[in-house]
């Protein structure tokens, strides 16, 4: 009944909209739903995002509000993050605050007679709040300017309009869906005895793009709204919704849409694309041109190469780039460099290249670049002068300029070093801002405040370090919640630390790096090592110049600091390491296992997974299983988070290292929770790999 | 000097970025504090222009005031010139045609317009010739457009070049497209030496198109 209605409304709507001729170059985007994820306001549709698009969608109507952070994983999977705040909806009349993920899968790409279909599960590790899984299919009419989506859902999905299971004819076990979560404590499993269980029901719609700007969307929906029919007194009048949504230009998509019958809503998406920042190739400075070779007489060759007064230092200086050696010897020049500006080595890089070949006199012909980590040696790359010379301006420069390039470990330099070089100082001064989040009495906190950090490094590999904090600003001391868990408290004392504390010491360390053996590298730091913990650090992690595998160790030694983040310390510490495999999947697609013993004294291992893309913009999600059982980590069952990371250069188009990084976990409670060390090796070490530099070699000729 | 006008972007970076003892970061936010103030030019293309090397005006044609001066620093064993301006863009010229820029954000990695380029110096009614760009993406995904364009005379047209010098040309459209993307560069070039004394010339959607008009001092 309720089916032939929504196809009498869709034929009707269609029929009409078919009459009228339109122009060709619209430019379609795939709708989003009040989840985030593709589909039209509550339904969802049988497509997906262009490949990388991360999205935030804002959702308000009657008294629920959503949240959502959305990301295309690869071309054909999604996933999202979700907040939901819904007044009244506890069974007690208080206000249920909720956290949900979603994936989803695209079985078939939309042909010209086949629709592209979607498989996805809808909250499947939150409180199951909306817990559904469906199958959708969509297609495309009228120069794509119609799209037509039927799909079955179960669970939430499948709660108007439901008949018993058809997968039920595959298997009994299909038939009665599982009870979910019955408590908070068994809140963020998987919960499998759910997904596609139990009744099914039937859904469907349409979005249609009126004009360039405005589209409108319209759905028959099979969620009951049950929970929110009894608890908080919604009003379901009508199966369908109807929305209409205005485009702007860069993607932002503002809609207002009615909600069976009875409320009004409003959302706003705004997507990003990581792949296009603003300036995709800078606007840093040009790079030195390529000057014709001269003899060593014109060049009045013959000073102290090793000093920083040669002509070779400064020009490099003038680049950002520091010579820290350097021998020339027959034809050859061999550079040790400490690149301070270009996100990308490859730029450095090409760079160095440059400034030598118009420093050096004519018949040197092969430079070799020695990168630096902190001093030490990372890797050799040579090149010939001839190569640039004939590459400058080539229409396939780029990679040209790659397969001539020899890359290889530098497990000691091989240049002499320029005087004066060491120590070396620097200093920074800025604002930061530490939010909090989800916590039910203020889902939002967070401090602003100005930190002060600095660093000498008397010698090649030896770094003192440290940051302090005063915070301005902000309401982290406001939390009230003391912490529930009954393991060590490793981390759920964060507010106490927040409420204990005005001017911190963020970090203050000794670290050393070294090279015990070619493609080995070494760690060890010790001091206030983060926020929470203090000790020492050491780690070895093997990585060769090529290739796609990575293996680190790590040990610490860790003591819990007091809260107020100065000098002193609490009485329980832990022996604390990890075994680590990283992974190159290519694609930038970045995996990672550590396998060990956490602050708590649990052991386990945390399963990482990034995306990045050539531009240094990061997307990745972890979790985190030890042998805590879910019942004694608490609300949440186990660590797990999303985290993003914006390259400076990303947001501003100059040249400028580092970014802003973010994790978002629903919870941060005690069970897996890691050491915060800083300078990791394998994040130091990876730019300077092949991998890596050839990732970003566009960037050697700018 | 103004074609990096990115106010709210530096101001913004700025507050993000704060003071520090990196040069790099300390100019950002210079600039952003002291707005439109002049930088001091840069020291090779001083010293290109103290030694009397060409130039030319030149404007962006999607930004308001964008205007700056190249002059050519070298050229190579290939032919090909590197120009720069007083706040380091650079461009890759190559006998008046762009074949590489460097610093507008959007930039051209390397062309190859030979094929016009000959087109317009034989100075034939109409021609068609290949066009390749490679974009500067900065990602090893290079990918590179080739264009089919129609090299067409449209006008003779004099061209003021200085307050006593005025070139006799000929107006030359080369319509571009590879079904995604068209433009349209216009060419003036001098009658009997064929130089292409002024012209625009697309770079890319997002930087849009650079006019150059040669400097006779």
Known sequence: ?702 | MILRSLGLMFVSFAVLAGCSSDPNRMSLMKQALAGKTAIQPDADFVAAQNAGAPGYVAGLQNKKNAYTVFVRQTVNAKGEETWISPDRLSLGMKDGMIIATRGFGNDIYAADVEQTLQALKAGHGAAVTEHFITPLSGSSQVERFAFRCQVTRQSREPVQLSDDYIADTDLFHETCRNGQIDFRNLFWVERGSREIVQSRQWISEETGELALRAIRR
């Not at chain 1, 208080?94 to 010209?112: C, I, K, P, Q």
């Open chain 1, 1 to 702: 009944m309720h089916i032939r209605q929504l196809f009498t409304n869709v034929c009707s709507f269609a029929c009409c909209a078919m009459a009228p001729a339109f122009a060709q170059d619209v430019s379609l985007g795939v709708p989003t739903s009040s989840f985030g994820t593709p589909g039209l306001i509550d339904m969802p549709t049988g497509e997906v995002f262009s490949d990388g698009t991360l999205k935030t969608t804002t959702v308000f109507h009657g008294g629920t509000q959503k949240y959502n952070l959305s990301f295309q994983i690869s071309p054909r999977i999604f996933g999202a993050f979700r907040y939901s705040i819904i007044d009244d909806y506890e069974v007690t009349g208080a206000t249920r605050y909720d956290r949900s993920f979603d994936l989803g899968y695209l079985l078939a790409e939309e042909t010209a007679l086949r629709p592209s279909i979607v498989v996805a599960l809808r909250d499947f590790g939150g409180t199951g709040l909306y817990g559904s899984e469906y199958v959708a299919a969509t297609k495309h009419f009228m120069d794509d300017r119609l799209a037509l989506t039927a799909g079955i859902g179960w669970g939430r999905l499948g709660s108007y309009g439901s008949f018993d299971n058809p997968l039920g004819a595959v298997s009994d076990v299909f038939d009665t869906r599982g009870d979910g979560p019955s408590d908070i404590t068994e809140v963020g499993r998987l919960e499998t005895d759910q997904w596609f269980r139990g009744d099914a029901a039937l859904f469907g719609g349409l979005a249609y793009q009126v004009n360039k700007n405005l589209s409108f969307k319209l759905e028959y929906s099979s969620d009951a709204y049950e929970a929110e029919v009894t608890r908080t007194g919604f009003e379901r009048k009508t199966p369908i919704n109807a929305a209409l949504s205005y485009g702007f230009k860069n993607g932002t998509e503002l809609s207002v849409y009615a909600l069976h019958g009875s409320e009004v809503g409003f959302m706003a998406n705004f997507p990003i694309n990581p792949a296009k920042p603003a300036y995709v190739s800078g606007i840093e400075e040009a790079p030195p041109a390529l000057m014709p070779r001269r003899t060593a007489a014109a060049l009045s060759w013959g000073g102290d190469l090793h000093s920083k007064t040669s002509p070779l230092f400064a020009a490099l200086e003038a680049q950002g780039i520091t010579l820290e050696g350097v021998s020339v010897e027959g034809a050859t020049a061999t550079v040790r460099i400490a690149n301070g500006r270009y996100p990308a080595e490859a730029q450095a890089l090409g760079r160095t290249a440059r400034v030598l070949a118009n420093n050096l006199p004519e018949d040197v012909t092969t430079f070799r670049v020695e990168n630096t980590l902190n001093g030490i040696t990372t890797s050799r790359i040579t090149l010939r002068r001839s190569d640039l010379e004939e590459l400058e301006y080539d229409l396939d420069g780029s990679w040209r300029t790659f397969v001539r390039a020899k890359i290889e470990d530098a497990p000691e330099t091989e240049a002499t070093t320029v005087a004066g070089v060491y120590p070396k100082f620097e200093w920074r001064i800025t604002p930061y801002l530490e939010p909090s989040l989800f916590d039910p009495d203020d889902p939002v906190r967070a401090d602003f405040g100005i930190q002060a950090a600095g660093s000498i490094t008397p010698a090649r590999g030896l770094v003192f370090a440290g940051a302090i904090r005063q915070p301005l600003i902000g309401n982290l001391d406001t939390s009230t919640r003391p912490s529930n868990s009954i393991l060590q408290h490793v981390r759920s004392d964060a507010p106490e630390y927040a409420k204990q504390s005005d001017l911190e010491i963020k970090y203050l360390t000794a670290e050393y790096f070294f090279r015990p053996g070619k493609n080995v590298f070494g760690r060890v730091t010790a001091g206030y090592l983060e926020t929470m913990y203090g000790g020492v650090s050491s780690e070895l992690l093997w990585m060769p110049a090529h290739g796609s595998l990575a293996l680190g160790a790590e040990i610490n030694y860790a003591k819990q600091r007091d809260f107020d983040q100065l000098f002193g310390f609490q009485d329980y510490d832990v022996v604390t390491g990890h075994a680590s495999v990283y992974y190159d999947f290519g694609g930038g697609y970045l995996g990672q296992v550590d396998v060990g013993r956490y602050l708590a004294g649990d052991y386990g291992a945390t399963f990482t997974l990034d995306r990045e893309f050539d531009n240094g913009f990061r997307v990745g999600a972890f979790f985190t299983l030890t042998d805590v059982p879910f019942d004694d980590f608490g609300e949440g069952s186990f660590d797990k988070g999303i985290r993003i990371n914006i390259p400076i250069d990303w947001l501003t188009g100059s040249a400028t290292k580092g970014g802003y990084g973010t994790t978002i976990r629903p919870l941060l409670r005690d069970g897996g929770a890691r050491l915060d060390v800083r300078n990791r090796l394998y994040e130091l070490v990876r730019g300077s790999r092949t991998n890596e530099l050839e990732d970003r070699w566009g960037k050697f000729w700018r």
